[in-house]
C-alpha cells in the first residue's frame, strides 16, 4: 500500500515529510508544486524553519571542516614498513 502523503492530491507537507525533503528541497530539486508546499509549511512551522537554518549553516561550514592533513614523513615511513611487512606475511 502506497504511503498517503505521496500521492498526487498533496496540499500540505508535514514536518516529518520536511525532514525527509530538506535535501531535494535545499538543492532546488524539488518539482514546483512540491516547492510551493514545503514553503507554505516553512511560513507556519518555525521548528522546520530552525531546522532548515541549521542544515544550511551545517553545509556552509562542511568544506573547511575535514581539510586533510598529510602524514609526516616520519609517520609514512612507518605505514610503509608496516605495510612492506604485513605484504611479506611477516
Same mark, same amino acid.
Request: hydrophobic fraction near 35%; include cysteine.
Given at each position: 500500500?502506497?504511503?498517503?502523503?505521496?500521492?498526487?492530491?498533496?496540499?500540505? $507537507?508535514?514536518?516529518?515529510? @520536511? $525532514?525527509? %525533503?530538506?535535501?531535494?528541497?535545499?538543492?532546488? =530539486?524539488?518539482?514546483?508544486?512540491?516547492?510551493?508546499? $514545503?514553503? /507554505?509549511?516553512?511560513?507556519?512551522?518555525?521548528?522546520?524553519?530552525?531546522?532548515?537554518? /541549521? @542544515?544550511?549553516?551545517? $553545509?556552509? +561550514?562542511?568544506?573547511?571542516?575535514?581539510?586533510?592533513?598529510?602524514?609526516?614523513?616520519? =609517520?609514512? /615511513?612507518?605505514? %610503509? +614498513?608496516? @605495510?612492506?611487512?604485513?605484504?611479506?606475511?611477516?
Amino acid at each position: 500500500m502506497a504511503d498517503s502523503h505521496r500521492n498526487s492530491t498533496i496540499d500540505e $507537507v508535514t514536518c516529518r515529510e @520536511f $525532514v525527509e %525533503l530538506i535535501t531535494d528541497y535545499w538543492e532546488g =530539486a524539488l518539482p514546483g508544486e512540491r516547492t510551493e508546499l $514545503v514553503e /507554505q509549511h516553512l511560513v507556519i512551522c518555525d521548528s522546520c524553519k530552525t531546522y532548515l537554518e /541549521q @542544515f544550511e549553516a551545517l $553545509v556552509e +561550514a562542511l568544506p573547511g571542516a575535514a581539510e586533510p592533513e598529510s602524514p609526516t614523513r616520519e =609517520a609514512e /615511513q612507518t605505514l %610503509l +614498513a608496516a @605495510f612492506r611487512e604485513w605484504r611479506a606475511g611477516g
